[in-house]
Structure formats: C-alpha cells, structure tokens
C-alpha cells in the first residue's frame, strides 16, 4: 500500500509466455498489493506460465480485443478493492520499475491518472521504436495537443495508472473493445477535466515484445483522428456522443468481499479461469 491506497497491477496479455516472466519479476511486491492477468484467448502458454508464477489469472473464450482486455482488467481490479490501479502491458516493453512512482502521484490525490511517456526522456528511438511509428506519435500527439488544448508528449504509451475514482466514473463501457481504446480513455479524461500527468519512461522493442504491424498501425492512426474528431463535435455541441454522456454506460462490478483478497469478484456472465 501507499498512503493506505490498494494497488493492483494488471496485465492484459495476449501471446506474453516468453516476457511474462521478466516482466513479473521487476514488480515491486512491497507496493504492489495484487497482480491480476487477463490472457485474451492466447495460443502460447501466457496462462501456463501466469499459473506457474502464482499470478492471479482470468481468461477470455474468445478473443476479444486490446479494449475488452482492458475493462476486464479494470472491471475486476475494482472487485478486488484496487484505489490505484495501474496498467502493464505483460510484453515486458515497458519497466515495472516505475510502479512505485506512478502508483505514489495517484496516491497523493494530486494526480487522478498518470502516463509513463517514451517521449519525455527520448526513449522510444533509443529502445528501438521503428522510425514510422515514432514520427506518426509525434505527428498525432501535435494535432491531438492543438485540437484538445493540452501538452501532453504522448497520447499512445500502455503504461497507465489510474485512480479508482476515474475507473467509476468514466463511461468506459461506450468506447472501443480494439486497440484505439488507449486513445479514447485519455479523450474521455481530458473532456471531463481530470487531472493528467506524465512520467518518464523507456521503453524496449525487441522481437519477443508485441508490437502492432504497419496496416493495424494505419487503422489506429485513423481511429485517433477519428476520436478527435468526436470530441471536437462534442465540445462545439454539434453532436451528443454517449463516449461524452456523464451517465453513460460505466463498468459493472461487484462490491470487494469480506474476501477480496483472495480471488476476483466475477459477474456471473463473465466465463472465467482462475488458478487453484
């Protein structure tokens, strides 16, 4: 704990069996209260090897997407009592050494969300970033920042840590289960005036590590304009989007039990697996 917060880590993993290990290992545990993998249908041994760790696991039937993922994650976080809850992507790209900085500024009160951006510190070109995507970051950061008047260095980093505040509130169940999800959460912060922050951080690509291809790439580049696009509609009150509606759809969880600490709440819809 930090301040008497809960901190939850979750990974949302998908083909992560030969980086979960390194990534698990870096987690601070004298933080770090739980972990919690949500394996997105893999077809390596992501789950094999989260059971072997001890990590606590759930598991999609079918694929359903980076975004799902993600409400998975935070859905069942929320269940297990999480106040900061903070998002690592299980490929080992980003270093779990930041946990503790960035679960601290959320702790605080201070920050209601805080980015580990490869750009403060120059890091994405030097852990290995293809030229394409860093120049597409940069050039869509620049039109989101004049667009959404901010200064964020980075609308696109995976490493996020969020307060349990933001996690109620946001209509998270109106954006995307795909990968502009990412984008769309941060739009949704900024439209509702959370506070933001960012951290330094360096990141690594390399051949294990996930890493989107040219053409998925393209398609999230239109997605973010596309998001842009929305918010600028909304704000001008030409359009009334439910991704901007207060009372949109949020995500459904169960209250934390007497138990919590033991094992996610899961609403009975959801099919899940958990290890022994």
Request: net charge negative; hydrophobic share 40%; glycine share 6%.
């Amino acid at each position: 704990m930090l301040n008497g917060k809960r901190i939850v880590v979750v990974m949302p993993a998908y083909n992560a069996a030969r980086t979960l290990r390194r990534t698990y290992a870096e987690i601070p545990r004298d933080v770090v209260d739980d972990v919690l993998l949500v394996d997105d249908a893999s077809h390596d041994e992501t789950v094999a090897v989260a059971a072997e760790l001890g990590i606590r696991y759930l598991v999609h039937e079918t694929n359903q997407g980076y975004g799902a993922n993600q409400k998975t994650c935070y859905r069942h976080a929320l269940a297990m009592g999480a106040d900061v809850v903070i998002m690592l992507h299980a490929d080992y790209q980003y270093t779990p050494r930041l946990i503790t900085a960035m679960a601290a500024m959320v702790a605080s009160g201070v920050y209601d969300v805080v980015l580990g951006s490869r750009v403060l510190g120059r890091g994405a070109l030097a852990g290995g970033m293809p030229v394409y995507k860093f120049l597409a970051n940069r050039t869509l950061t620049l039109i989101q920042n004049l667009c959404l008047w901010q200064r964020l260095t980075e609308y696109h980093t995976g490493y996020r840590a969020f307060s349990r505040d933001v996690l109620l509130q946001l209509p998270l169940e109106e954006i995307s289960d795909g990968f502009v999800f990412d984008n769309e959460i941060l739009v949704q912060l900024i439209f509702f005036g959370r506070e933001i922050s960012e951290i330094t951080c360096p990141a690594r690509y390399f051949e294990e590590a996930s890493s989107t291809g040219f053409w998925r790439s393209t398609w999230y580049g239109l997605g973010v304009l596309r998001t842009t696009l929305r918010y600028l509609l909304t704000r001008t009150g030409l359009r009334t989007d439910p991704m901007f509606d207060p009372e949109g759809r949020r995500l459904h969880y169960e209250p934390p039990r007497a138990d919590a600490s033991s094992s996610p709440s899961v609403p009975p819809s959801e099919e899940h697996h958990e290890p022994c």
